[in-house]
């Protein structure tokens, strides 16, 4: 059975940081992706990785600020996210696409950060 779970979310002030963690059990992914939700908007994509072709991808709202990784022994992955702001509050989530890059077919239940100001 696949499984993705995320931890490290919390409350904050504006200017901290926090690391989320993604285990991923069951299955190694290639291609990977954090999205998030805030309330009362869809889910968004904040980063995706395809570790076999290279490439990793920012949304511009958290460019400079975000960064994923990864750890291979451990087959978990992280975004360590420094200088969070209160529009960064949301409920923030991983996934792995098991066919296709970018098509996200499994997801974790998600980790709530909450940054006031």
């Known amino acids: 059975q696949v499984q993705l779970v995320e931890s490290g979310g919390g409350l904050v002030q504006a200017g901290d940081s926090l690391r989320l963690s993604c285990v991923v059990s069951?299955?190694?992914?290639?291609?990977m992706g954090w999205f998030r939700q805030a309330p009362g908007k869809e889910r968004d994509f904040v980063a995706t990785?395809?570790?076999?072709?290279?490439?990793?991808l920012y949304t511009d709202a958290v460019k400079g600020r975000f960064t994923v990784s990864r750890d291979n022994a451990k087959n978990t992955l992280y975004l360590q996210m420094n200088n969070l702001k209160p529009e960064d509050t949301a409920v923030y989530y991983c996934?792995?696409?098991?066919?296709?890059?970018?098509?996200?077919?499994?997801w974790g239940r998600g980790t709530q950060v909450t940054v006031s100001s």
């Open positions: 996934a792995g696409a098991s066919i296709a890059i970018g098509n996200y077919d499994y």
């Open positions: 069951g299955r190694t992914f290639s291609s």
């Open positions: 990785v395809n570790w076999n072709i290279g490439r990793l």
